[in-house]
C-alpha cells in the first residue's frame, strides 16, 4: 500500500495539469528505508511528448546524487497520462528500474477530475496497490494495531 500525504498528491495532480498536453513526470524521494514519501521533485519530460515520458539523463544523474546525499530514495516515480486511463502502458512497465518504487500514475484525461492510481513494477510484472490519502504521516496507519508514529 502506498501511503502519501495530501500536500503531495495536490503536488502531483497540479504538475501533470500545467504540462497537460504532455505528460508529465517527476520523483517524490524519502528517507532511505522508510517507504515515506517526503520531497516532491518535478522533473521536465525530456521527450515532451503527450504519449510518452522521459526523465533527462543529466537532471536524473544529479537527482541520484543528490539523493544519496540526503540518505534518500526514490519511493514515488510518478507520471501522467493525458488521454487515457491511469494504467501503465508497456512502454512504462518495460522502462521501469526501480522495484521498491510505487509508480503512480495520474491521469488528465477529464479536465475537471484526475484519476490517480500507485503500482508496483517488478521485472515488467505490473501489480495495482491500494493509495491512502493522508494529511500528515503523524497518524497514518503503520501497521496492524494503528500505532501513531512518535
Known sequence: MLTIRRDLVDAMVA???????DEA?????????????????????????PTFYEFDSADLLRLYREMDANDEVPVVIYHSHTATEAYPSRTDAKIAAE??????????RD?????????RIVEGVITEEPVEVVESYRFAHTGPDDVPEL
Open 25 to 49: 513526470c517527476g520523483v517524490i524521494a524519502g528517507p532511505d528505508g522508510s517507504d515515506r514519501p517526503e520531497r516532491f521533485i518535478p522533473m521536465l519530460n525530456a521527450a515532451r511528448s
Open 15 to 21: 504538475h501533470a495539469r500545467r504540462d497537460h498536453p
Open 99 to 108: 522495484p521498491y518504487a510505487h509508480y503512480v500514475l495520474v491521469s488528465t
Open 111 to 119: 479536465p475537471h477530475e484526475h484519476e490517480l492510481r500507485s503500482f
